[in-house]
């Protein structure tokens, strides 16, 4: 991709606002420097809808023909599930790589989301896991088995959940116990 077609982190922001004006809310960059030559980082960050998320996703494409997929982080904020989808648009590009991240809520009495595995097929394993850790329903998961945690370890429990159904019942505090 040459260095005309590339996009500046403005106008791709742009980009998705234009395409998803109802869609795409809290947009920001931010920018760093680091190492010893002050290289620019920079992270482009948008919250999207979960209704139009998987377009949303899709749309990245328009910016970069081989966007690369880092990881789908995820924790619980208490009130909703957060998934964050990390992104790398220009990958392997010395000092031009922008990092595109996609926040999405879920609703803890809901917490479904599409599958993204039809158009990047390496998110299954970071899927799993939001299945296993959050108790995230992935619909469409070609795959649907524990990968991170054992067969035996009870259902309905989530170890990155704060709520009734985290580890916190099964969490034994020894400086809590009386001393025999």
Known sequence: MSQESRLTP?????????????NIRDSRIERHTAGLKKTELVHIWMRMDREKFKDILKHIMTIDKAPHLAVVSGYDSNETIEL????????GTPYQELSLNFVVSLPKADPTIETITDVYPGALITEQEKQEMLGVVVKGIPVNRRVFISDDFPKGVYPWRRDETGPAKMVKNLHHEVKP
Do not use: A, K, L, R
């Open 10 to 22: 403005e106008q791709i922001v742009q980009s998705f606002q234009e395409t998803f004006p109802n």
């Open 84 to 91: 964050i989808y990390h992104f790398s648009v220009y990958h």
